[in-house]
């Protein structure tokens, strides 16, 4: 099944005239996941023709006003616009305080429903399509780094169906259970005409510093998306507020096995010469790739 990565925003601390603050909505079947909510990410939504009302859940990696200064403004919007489901919201473990006083200080008119989960390592959402993984990240305040994995799916190969005179019947069910059926007076085995069809991976690592959950979460990933705040030459000032130069992304993506890197969270200082982010970051990892508001991917 298709699954689509929108960035909606994908600067720093300080946006500039072409990058919003982060925010990346994915989208899969009929869930519609935001990750991060910076300041302006609604307006974002209607600059990319999406419908906000349809979210489904809310990832929040820290609580750094980049991160989350939408949030106010999201839940209005939703509130005004007869958003009728129940938003769930992820956030760091012992960090529900902050999504509290968020919703306490702004007096909204309306309110919606939500589920608040605080989270931490491990597998924090499961449904019969897909689950949610978490790893603690390293970064001033508590951090969390988040993959989507869609789970393999059992399927049917069409063309071996149609060499055995097999057709769509009850029976075909019995098959994905890894039940054998008769047909014609001939066993037909699960191993004859099933194949398994590989799940993929979309992993989210936001404002951290380089660290081996990092490269543990991102293990296999078909996409990588990885912040790249600096570029090697700033090493020393990326260790120190807790963040990723390109080059760490790029190894990051290496070491983990990732198919391709996506990099985002671009300082402002490089809004000329982002290239260099690309070039140092392809010096050790070829296939990556530097995001773009509004850019949009399928994988």
Request: contains cysteine; glycine residues 6%; proline residues 3%.
């Amino acid at each position: 099944m298709e699954i689509k990565i929108t960035f909606l925003g994908t600067g720093q601390a300080v946006p500039t005239a072409k990058r919003n603050h982060p925010a990346m909505l994915l989208q899969y079947s009929n869930e519609n996941i935001l990750i991060d909510c910076g300041e302006g990410t609604q307006r974002q939504f209607r600059k990319a023709k999406l419908n906000p009302c349809k979210l489904t859940r809310l990832l929040i990696t820290h609580w750094h006003g980049d991160h989350i200064l939408g949030i106010p403004g999201l839940l209005q919007t939703l509130a005004l616009n007869g958003y009728n489901k129940t938003l769930e919201v992820y956030i760091p473990k012992g960090t529900g305080r902050f999504f509290n006083l968020i919703q306490n200080i702004f007096v909204h008119r309306g309110a919606i429903k939500i589920n608040l989960h605080e989270v931490e390592n491990g597998k924090i959402i499961e449904t019969p399509d897909f689950y949610i993984e978490a790893e603690r990240m390293v970064h001033e305040t508590p951090c969390l780094a988040y993959s989507f994995v869609e789970k393999d799916r059992v399927k049917i190969d069409k063309e071996k169906m149609k060499k055995l005179g097999l057709k769509s019947s009850p029976a075909l069910r019995e098959l994905k259970k890894g039940v054998s059926i008769k047909v014609k007076n001939k066993v037909i085995t699960p191993e004859s005409v099933l194949y398994t069809e590989k799940g993929k991976k979309v992993t989210f690592i936001l404002d951290t510093a380089m660290n081996s959950n990092a490269v543990k979460i991102a293990k296999n990933s078909d996409l990588l998306v990885c912040e790249s705040t600096y570029l090697k030459q700033e090493q020393a000032l990326a260790k120190n507020y807790g963040h990723l130069t390109a080059e760490q992304a790029a190894e990051i993506a290496k070491k983990s096995n990732s198919k391709k890197v996506i990099l985002t969270h671009i300082s402002q200082r490089y809004d000329i010469c982002e290239k260099r982010i690309l070039k140092e970051a392809r010096k050790v990892f070829k296939n990556a790739e530097i995001s773009n508001d509004l850019m949009e991917i399928k994988i």
